[in-house]
């Protein structure tokens, strides 16, 4: 036999298919980043707005001062670490980590820029011999912005204008710094374009010298005067607004991240706030919010994560379950439906029947095993045949000679003395059991015969009645029928059936017991129990009960055991009319036969 025929290639094939499967599903799941905003993940991404909606709320009625112990606080609570960005990217908390450039890039990406707004431009104009890139010059509008607000919380200008110097200095190069040492304050001190209806009076009115630009003093003079506050001219109620959420990881897959848009100023909600406050913050088309970029950032989500939930993996798990189920039902069905088949002839086999067979045509173990089942069959069918045969030949051959014998032994007893007569009476008696062991031969191999028998409706309680009077008579009948129980049966196999079973009750049981016949009929079958209440048989007999010629006791004679054909011919019969015929020992004593046959009221 090929290898690639037997159970266990196919059980290793199967094997390596499940492996890759997994694999690919796990691949999958790794190249689409399965996170809080992927479909298996609606829980996680509920989640994460509700964090972030949370963390709005204070952060709208806070001062920006503040915002950095508030997320902190947010960090220890949900286990996680939550980066605010403004507009370009970045950070609106003072002494924030930096972001991984590879983050960055998704961030750009994922939330573009706006346009350069006045203070940008300004700037770029201004600091223009410093050749800026356009990554330094976002860091230096977040220096300029953060130094006017600490100017406008402490006034003093001397000090806004000394952290500026020094934050700007600290992100050019040494070439840029050597050439930002030989501005003046007027040429990178950006003047003042709001979005007041008229830029230009409020220009000239704090340009004391007319020079164009604001100098030190006279920008100091200005934001000292000057807060224009956001218009609160907005009307009706702000419209419900859903941020989307945005999932990535790097490369190494050392965290996972979720990025989000949420509302840190809002117009009619929460304090006032200035033009100068939301100048670094992403405005909404209604110019009613002003949002900032929440980043989240926790471990991977197989660890310990914020975006963990338990139903997207199992979810996972039970694709993985059902995948796996389609690459081995196919092939657990292949070996245990033969495995049945070959059970139930088996089964058959040792009841006695040898006529059917498996037929599995399969090139592996199972259907080795099949044809085995099969070859056996078909031998202990032949054996069995051969052996009704020969009975039935040996038996046919006795019965002219007996015959012969009897009718001679008639004859000498005319002619014979009275010590003769007694003698040829003793004789007679032996012959009389070789005729007896000849019918029963005879009977035994005609019961067993295969050929088709055609089966009517009996009457079983006039047939059991006419058995019990006639074959045990010593024994007190206690039967209880249902009323007109009918069976599908041969009559006359069935009698003959009966019959011996109750010759067996009132040879083996003590004189003055008595029988017991119960029947039911249930929706597949008649079920008859017959019960004798005498000494029964050892338990390890009961297998062989039915067996030609098999007697309990070695010590029985033909006088005290019989021939040994009886309840063979009896199961024989109850098989030949469609039935069962079983044994067991019965609770209060004796043997209780069970027959099965086929109610007539289908």
Same mark, same amino acid.
């Given at each position: 036999?090929?290898?690639?025929?037997?159970?266990?290639?196919?059980?290793l094939g199967g094997f390596l298919l499940n492996l890759l499967m997994v694999g690919l599903v796990l691949w999958g799941l790794y190249e689409l980043r399965v996170?809080?905003?992927?479909?298996?993940?609606?829980?996680?991404?509920?989640?994460?707005?509700?964090?972030?909606?949370?963390?709005?709320?204070?952060?709208?009625?806070?001062?920006?001062?503040?915002?950095?112990?508030?997320?902190?606080?947010?960090?220890?609570?949900?286990?996680?670490?939550?980066?605010?960005?403004?507009?370009?990217?970045?950070?609106?908390?003072?002494?924030? +980590?930096?972001?991984?450039? +590879?983050?960055?890039?998704?961030?750009?990406?994922?939330?573009?820029?706006?346009?350069?707004?006045?203070?940008?431009?300004?700037?770029? *104009?201004?600091?223009?011999?410093?050749?800026?890139?356009?990554?330094?010059?976002?860091?230096?509008?977040?220096?300029?912005?953060?130094?006017?607000?600490?100017?406008?919380?402490?006034?003093?200008?001397?000090?806004?204008?000394?952290?500026?110097?020094?934050?700007?200095?600290?992100?050019?190069?040494?070439?840029?710094?050597?050439?930002?040492?030989?501005?003046?304050?007027?040429?990178?001190?950006?003047?003042?374009?709001?979005?007041?209806?008229?830029?230009?009076?409020?220009?000239?009115? &704090?340009?004391?010298?007319?020079?164009?630009?604001?100098?030190?003093?006279?920008?100091?003079?200005?934001?000292?005067?000057?807060?224009?506050?956001?218009?609160?001219?907005?009307?009706?109620?702000?419209?419900?607004?859903?941020?989307?959420?945005?999932?990535?990881?790097?490369?190494?897959?050392?965290?996972?991240?979720? +990025?989000?848009?949420?509302?840190?100023?809002?117009?009619?909600?929460?304090?006032?706030?200035?033009?100068?406050?939301?100048?670094?913050?992403?405005?909404?088309?209604?110019?009613?919010?002003?949002?900032?970029?929440?980043?989240?950032?926790?471990?991977?989500?197989?660890?310990?994560?914020? &975006?963990?939930?338990?139903?997207?993996?199992?979810?996972?798990?039970?694709?993985?379950?059902?995948?796996?189920?389609? &690459?081995?039902?196919?092939?657990?069905?292949?070996?245990?439906?033969?495995?049945?088949?070959?059970?139930?002839?088996?089964?058959?086999?040792?009841?006695?029947?040898?006529?059917?067979?498996?037929?599995?045509?399969?090139?592996?173990?199972?259907?080795?095993?099949?044809?085995?089942?099969?070859?056996?069959?078909?031998?202990?069918?032949?054996?069995?045949?051969?052996?009704?045969?020969?009975?039935?030949?040996?038996?046919?051959?006795?019965?002219?000679?007996?015959?012969?014998?009897?009718?001679?032994?008639?004859?000498?007893?005319?002619?014979?003395?009275?010590?003769?007569?007694?003698?040829?009476?003793?004789?007679?008696?032996?012959?009389?059991?070789m005729a007896t062991l000849v019918d029963e031969l005879l009977c035994f191999t005609r019961t067993g015969e295969t050929k088709a028998i055609e089966l009517q409706?009996?009457?079983?309680?006039?047939?059991?009645?006419?058995?019990?009077? *006639?074959?045990?008579?010593?024994?007190?009948?206690?039967?209880?029928?249902?009323?007109?129980?009918?069976?599908?049966?041969?009559?006359?196999?069935?009698?003959?059936?009966?019959?011996?079973?109750?010759?067996?009750?009132?040879?083996?049981?003590?004189?003055?017991?008595?029988?017991?016949?119960?029947?039911?009929?249930?929706?597949?079958?008649?079920?008859?129990?017959?019960?004798?209440?005498?000494?029964?048989?050892?338990?390890?007999?009961?297998?062989?009960?039915?067996?030609?010629? &098999?007697?309990?006791?070695?010590?029985?004679? *033909?006088?005290?055991?019989?021939?040994?054909?009886?309840?063979?011919?009896?199961?024989?019969?109850?098989?030949?009319?469609?039935?069962?015929?079983?044994?067991?020992?019965?609770?209060?004593?004796?043997?209780?036969?069970?027959? *099965?046959?086929?109610?007539?009221?289908?």
């Amino acid at each position: 036999m090929r290898f690639r025929d037997t159970l266990l290639a196919r059980i290793l094939g199967g094997f390596l298919l499940n492996l890759l499967m997994v694999g690919l599903v796990l691949w999958g799941l790794y190249e689409l980043r399965v996170g809080p905003a992927s479909a298996l993940a609606g829980l996680s991404e509920d989640r994460v707005r509700r964090a972030a909606s949370a963390l709005s709320d204070q952060l709208v009625n806070a001062p920006r001062a503040d915002w950095p112990q508030i997320v902190q606080r947010h960090n220890q609570r949900h286990g996680v670490t939550f980066h605010l960005r403004n507009a370009r990217g970045g950070s609106l908390l003072l002494n924030a +980590a930096p972001l991984p450039a +590879a983050v960055r890039e998704q961030l750009t990406a994922t939330f573009p820029p706006p346009s350069d707004s006045p203070i940008r431009r300004h700037l770029a *104009r201004q600091l223009q011999p410093l050749q800026l890139n356009a990554a330094q010059l976002d860091q230096i509008e977040t220096i300029w912005l953060n130094s006017l607000r600490e100017f406008q919380q402490t006034k003093n200008l001397a000090a806004a204008m000394a952290a500026y110097t020094k934050n700007v200095r600290a992100v050019l190069t040494e070439t840029q710094r050597e050439n930002f040492a030989q501005l003046t304050p007027i040429n990178f001190t950006p003047n003042i374009r709001t979005e007041s209806p008229s830029p230009a009076e409020w220009h000239r009115r &704090f340009d004391a010298d007319q020079d164009g630009d604001l100098n030190a003093t006279e920008l100091a003079k200005l934001l000292a005067d000057y807060s224009p506050t956001e218009s609160n001219s907005a009307a009706g109620p702000l419209p419900d607004w859903q941020p989307q959420v945005r999932t990535f990881t790097l490369p190494d897959a050392q965290h996972v991240w979720a +990025a989000l848009e949420i509302s840190v100023r809002v117009r009619e909600v929460g304090r006032e706030f200035s033009t100068w406050e939301v100048q670094d913050l992403r405005k909404t088309p209604d110019s009613r919010r002003f949002n900032a970029i929440l980043l989240l950032e926790s471990d991977p989500v197989l660890g310990e994560s914020f &975006f963990a939930e338990p139903w997207p993996w199992v979810t996972i798990l039970l694709l993985i379950i059902g995948l796996s189920a389609l &690459f081995w039902l196919p092939l657990i069905q292949r070996i245990t439906r033969p495995l049945a088949k070959v059970t139930a002839l088996t089964e058959e086999i040792a009841e006695g029947n040898f006529q059917n067979r498996v037929d599995l045509e399969q090139p592996d173990e199972i259907g080795r095993l099949a044809h085995a089942v099969d070859q056996m069959a078909h031998r202990l069918e032949g054996f069995a045949r051969g052996q009704r045969r020969f009975l039935g030949d040996v038996s046919h051959e006795l019965c002219a000679p007996l015959a012969r014998l009897q009718m001679a032994l008639e004859v000498l007893a005319e002619t014979a003395s009275p010590e003769q007569k007694e003698m040829l009476g003793d004789l007679r008696e032996e012959v009389e059991q070789m005729a007896t062991l000849v019918d029963e031969l005879l009977c035994f191999t005609r019961t067993g015969e295969t050929k088709a028998i055609e089966l009517q409706p009996v009457d079983l309680a006039a047939l059991i009645e006419a058995n019990l009077q *006639r074959e045990a008579p010593d024994l007190a009948h206690d039967v209880k029928l249902p009323a007109n129980l009918t069976a599908y049966a041969a009559p006359d196999r069935l009698e003959r059936a009966l019959a011996n079973i109750f010759r067996n009750a009132q040879q083996h049981a003590a004189t003055g017991k008595k029988i017991q016949v119960r029947a039911e009929a249930a929706d597949e079958s008649v079920e008859i129990k017959i019960t004798d209440f005498g000494p029964g048989v050892p338990a390890d007999c009961l297998d062989q009960l039915f067996d030609p010629f &098999f007697r309990p006791e070695d010590s029985r004679t *033909r006088e005290t055991g019989g021939t040994g054909l009886g309840l063979a011919i009896a199961k024989s019969a109850v098989e030949a009319s469609g039935g069962t015929l079983q044994c067991r020992l019965h609770e209060q004593g004796g043997l209780q036969f069970i027959l *099965r046959l086929k109610p007539a009221n289908e």
